[in-house]
């Protein structure tokens, strides 16, 4: 299976770039896989290039998670993060996300200097 770049995953979403949306979409018709890197990447790309507030964020995450052609890494954390994300945007979805991954495989607490994400079940604030 392929694997896609962060600004493939970026064009996916935002669809700012007509020519390079198509060769995306001609790219992904039979299937790519997304690891976590490129998801965080491109969510943090989304904030802070194309200034797209939480709630915008979280629907380009959403569609990524339901594309037919995209399977994501790890799609049971992307999806807890994403729903912890939706409860508390303020925490930034990068940070959602590490805190779900630590929680699937275990490795809890994820010790933080952070105070919002210090205060969410299985993290500590150090």
């Known amino acids: 299976?392929?694997?896609?770049?962060t600004n493939v995953l970026v064009r996916l979403i935002t669809r700012d770039d007509a020519r390079q949306a198509r060769?995306?979409?001609?790219?992904?018709?039979?299937?790519?896989?997304?690891?976590?890197?490129?998801?965080a990447e491109a969510v943090w790309?989304?904030?802070?290039?194309?200034?797209?507030n939480a709630e915008q964020q979280?629907?380009?995450?959403?569609?990524?998670l339901?594309?037919?052609?995209?399977?994501?890494?790890?799609?049971?954390?992307?999806?807890?993060?994403?729903?912890?994300?939706r409860d508390q945007p303020s925490l930034g979805f990068s940070d959602c996300l590490m805190l779900e991954m630590a929680?699937?495989?275990?490795?809890l607490p994820l010790?933080?200097?952070?105070?919002?994400?210090?205060?969410i079940e299985g993290a500590q604030k150090l």
């Open 1 to 5: 299976m392929r694997a896609l770049d």
């Open 23 to 39: 060769a995306a979409e001609a790219f992904i018709v039979n299937g790519a896989w997304v690891s976590l890197l490129a998801l």
């Open 45 to 52: 790309v989304l904030a802070s290039v194309y200034e797209l």
């Open 58 to 64: 979280a629907r380009g995450i959403e569609m990524l």
């Open 66 to 85: 339901d594309h037919r052609q995209l399977v994501l890494h790890d799609h049971e954390s992307v999806a807890a993060a994403l729903k912890l994300f």
């Open 103 to 107: 929680r699937k495989v275990g490795h």
């Open 111 to 119: 010790g933080t200097f952070d105070r919002k994400l210090g205060k």
